[in-house]
């Protein structure tokens, strides 16, 4: 079956300016993640879903950031006012219920100018 | 922040050569898991590794855990010039559902 998909694969932006990045999981996958990496940074967390619900926002770096997911599928992230620093390849991955292994989609390269 | 840390940051090697990575974390987990990267876009799933377990197979790749030392490593066997990528470990703690990754391996297979 399809992987995980996300779009664009590319976006180029200028500071200031609001972004959104879409993810879609595996058809099935009840968990959907999203990650961030960067040069400084290396990869890191940023948001959990367990289908629309997201027990997990530690990882947004700030409240510029959001993220939804709705009918238990398509996720969207949001950034708001971007920065040179939000420069980075945000990465989409799920996972079907009792198992660990998270499957990674291609990823969206944000560049912020 | 970067759950732990992979040794080295670089390798090079011939192909057919065997490549070991090693990765070290710093709290109690539930499984670990090796990632491979080609060209800084997506990860490839390539091994899992729960806490209970010490060595595991998948065709070329060996993968240790040593829960006492809180270290793994990955082992390529006959390495081949498909294999050039970044390797990452990747944790996950009791009971989160986040993957911690260390800040990976650059490995090159030299023909």
């Known amino acids: 079956g399809a992987g995980v998909s996300q779009s664009p694969s590319n976006k180029v932006t200028e500071k200031g300016k609001d972004v959104e990045l879409r993810c879609d999981p595996i058809s099935g996958h009840t968990a959907l993640y999203w990650y961030r990496q960067s040069l400084g940074q290396g990869l890191e967390f940023l948001i959990y879903f367990q289908g629309n619900s997201a027990p997990d926002k530690s990882g947004l770096p700030s409240d510029r950031f959001s993220a939804e997911r709705t009918g238990g599928s398509v996720s969207t992230l949001t950034i708001q006012r971007t920065q040179q620093e939000d420069s980075a390849v945000y990465l989409c991955?799920?996972?079907?219920?009792?198992?660990?292994?998270?499957?990674f989609g291609p990823g969206t390269r944000l560049t912020v100018l | 922040s970067q759950q732990g840390e992979e040794d080295p940051q670089a390798l090079s090697i011939q192909e057919g050569e065997n490549a070991t990575m090693n990765c070290s974390y710093k709290t109690s987990i539930n499984n670990l898991q090796w990632y491979r990267q080609n060209s800084g876009r997506g990860l490839v799933h390539l091994i899992l590794i729960r806490s209970n377990e010490r060595e595991k197979h998948s065709g070329r790749l060996r993968v240790t855990l040593d829960t006492s030392k809180k270290s793994s490593s990955l082992l390529i066997t006959a390495s081949r010039a498909a294999d050039t990528a970044s390797y990452f470990c990747a944790t996950a703690d009791q009971g989160a559902q986040k993957l911690v990754f260390g800040q990976g391996t650059r490995l090159t297979i030299n023909p």
């Open positions: 991955a799920s996972r079907t219920t009792g198992t660990d292994t998270q499957y």
